[in-house]
């Protein structure tokens, strides 16, 4: 494991700790509310709040937000393969955010090359993407890359990300070595 330069290590404390929404349709800021989607609702299947049941994200007429909604809360509740399922339901699979996801995804599963190539796929569509620079720098911290996780975190910060969910818990990840899972 290589460690911060002093310099390194005074840069990763010196924003503030606030945080705020990732960029995305969700609240990133703190773990996602459980719902219907995880209490009810098996498999790769998700809550609609319209109908009051459990449906097949393939065949539902759930927006993109439900669906990223769907896919943080099964992820956080540890069912990844159901959160891939949803993914795979989404029409845009080219979509930056939806890349973003397969790459957070494939990182929990431990597969840390497709989640690399998830990532810089999401980076190539938006290189403004912070939530993906935030998770590819968390996964970097995680396979003791910290030289490279400061470089996503110098990003985030000259891409307007500062004081953001995606900054500052990428920042602390730098900062304690744990990462988020959400």
């Known amino acids: 494991m290589r460690f911060l330069t002093l310099p390194a290590l005074a840069l990763a404390f010196a924003l503030p700790a606030t945080a705020h929404a990732a960029g995305t349709g969700s609240d990133s800021t703190t773990p996602p509310s459980t719902t219907k989607t995880t209490q009810s609702c098996e498999g790769v299947q998700v809550w609609d709040e319209k109908t009051k049941t459990c449906v097949d994200p393939k065949d539902s007429s759930l927006d993109a937000d439900?669906?990223?909604?769907?896919?943080?809360?099964?992820?956080?509740?540890?069912?990844?393969?159901?959160?891939?399922g949803v993914l795979a339901a989404m029409p845009n699979q080219q979509d930056d955010r939806v890349l973003t996801y397969w790459g957070f995804t494939h990182r929990k599963l431990g597969d840390t090359v497709q989640a690399q190539a998830f990532y810089d796929r999401a980076l190539t569509q938006n290189p403004d993407n912070i939530l993906a620079r935030s998770y590819m720098g968390q996964g970097m911290v995680d396979a003791g890359d910290i030289d490279g996780a400061v470089t996503q975190w110098r990003e985030i910060t000259a891409r307007g990300g500062k004081g953001t969910w995606a900054e500052a818990s990428l920042r602390q990840a730098i900062a304690t070595g744990t990462t988020y899972n959400y």
């Open 66 to 84: 439900t669906l990223y909604d769907a896919v943080r809360e099964l992820a956080y509740a540890g069912r990844i393969s159901d959160a891939q």
